[in-house]
Each structure stands twice: as structure tokens, then as C-alpha cells.
């Protein structure tokens, strides 16, 4: 008798920053064929497709794909709207950066394609520790999304349930910097930074920027990004 584990597969999404990174080396780690999938949603920083293709293929993703939604079209957000600035200095409550309904709609993709591949998890990067204060980052938002999952797709309704799993949630971002480096996530093939030039290179004074540089600097390793 055969005592061949069945093959497990996750999507897990990939925005091409440190995060989705090490939670696309988690998810390899914990036994899934990782299919990574990121999100062309009209953001500014779209240096960092080119970065999630770089993680995707460094860290063995099985496929990557690209799915194009305009959110620049609705606006909103210092992401989608070129009116809107991106905050250089701290502020208080949501930010600006925060783009409405982002986490849901790339769940809900990721969630198409996990049941057309007859995945049983959805992995995403999202943390409620060192974070922008983004509602869509939060525990409560990633377990009523799970529970969404199951009541809204044939596979929950035929009893294959799929997980969503945030893996970094409860992570400080040095924490992550130390995991993704017993990983050995390559972290100068990501991009952080909100308004990173065509190649990629960071502004170092947005918020991601400035959470990215205290997590190496708390973490004592060697910032590798690369700053206009």
C-alpha cells in the first residue's frame, strides 16, 4: 500500500514585498505547492510586480500569476490617486496609504483560483504588530474572511474546507526579518517602499520604509535595500 502523502496547494499572495516573501517561504516550509498570485491593482509602486516575480520564481512558487484590477479608477488612497501624497512622517489613526477594500478583494481572487486548483489554504502577509494600522490587517478581518470562504464556495459547501492563514500576524517586524533569514529569503530581490522608482528603488521615508529599516535595525542585519 502506497504511504504517499497526498500534494497539498496553497495560493498564497505576493505583493513583492518582505513580508508575502517570508509568508511564501512559510507556506514552501510547511509542505504546500505554493502557487503565488499578485494583485495589478493600479498602485504607484508597481516596482513591485516585478519584485513579486522575483520571489515567486527564487522561492519555488509551482506558478505566478498576475490578475489586473483597476483601483485607480475608484481612487481613495495615496496608492491609486496621484492627488493624494504619500505621507512622509508618522501620523495618527489610518493613513492615507490604507487602499479601501484592497485585503478583501485580493482574498476574494486568491480564493477563486484556490478552489480551481483545489487548494486547501489561502496564505497572506498581513500583520497586526509593527503595521499601518489597516483594518483589513487585523485577526478578526482574516477569521470572518475564512468564514466568508467556506459558506460562499462549492468546495466549503461539499465539506473541503480552506484555511487562511496569516502566519506573521503576531510577528514584530524584526521577528519577521529573523524568520525570513532562517529561511533564506533573498530580502534585496523585494520592495517595500509605497513610492519605489521604476527599479525599485525606496524612498526611505514612507511608513513602509520606515517599519522595513527599524525591523533590520532591531533585527541587526544588514538592511540590503536600495534607496534613490
Request: with cysteine; charged share 20%.
Amino acid at each position: 500500500m502506497s504511504t504517499t502523502s497526498p500534494i497539498r496547494c496553497a495560493v498564497v499572495l505576493v505583493s513583492g514585498g518582505m513580508d508575502s516573501a517570508v509568508t511564501l517561504a512559510i507556506a514552501r516550509e510547511q509542505g504546500f505547492v505554493c502557487y503565488a498570485l499578485s494583485v495589478a491593482y493600479g498602485q504607484r509602486h508597481a516596482s513591485e510586480l516585478a519584485a513579486a516575480e522575483r520571489v515567486a520564481r527564487t522561492l519555488g512558487a509551482a506558478e505566478h500569476k498576475v490578475v489586473t484590477v483597476d483601483l485607480r479608477s475608484i481612487g481613495g488612497s495615496a496608492l491609486t490617486a496621484d492627488a493624494i501624497a504619500v505621507p512622509e512622517h508618522a501620523v495618527s489613526g489610518i493613513p492615507v496609504t490604507y487602499v479601501p477594500a484592497r485585503n478583501t478583494i485580493m482574498l476574494s481572487i486568491a480564493l477563486g483560483w484556490a478552489e480551481v486548483l483545489g487548494a486547501t489554504a489561502v496564505f497572506c502577509g498581513v500583520n497586526a504588530v509593527d503595521y499601518s494600522g489597516y483594518p483589513d490587517c487585523r485577526p478578526e478581518f482574516i477569521a470572518a474572511f475564512e468564514q466568508l470562504a467556506n459558506l460562499a464556495t462549492k468546495a466549503g459547501v461539499e465539506g473541503t474546507r480552506l484555511r487562511v492563514q496569516a502566519p506573521l500576524m503576531r510577528l514584530s517586524k524584526s521577528d519577521i526579518v529573523r524568520e525570513g533569514v532562517r529561511l533564506g529569503v533573498d530580502f534585496a530581490a523585494t520592495v517595500s517602499c509605497y513610492q519605489a522608482d521604476a527599479e525599485g528603488r525606496a524612498c526611505g521615508r514612507c511608513d513602509a520604509c520606515r517599519l522595513r529599516a527599524q525591523g533590520f535595525a532591531d533585527a541587526a542585519v544588514t538592511d540590503p535595500t536600495r534607496y534613490r
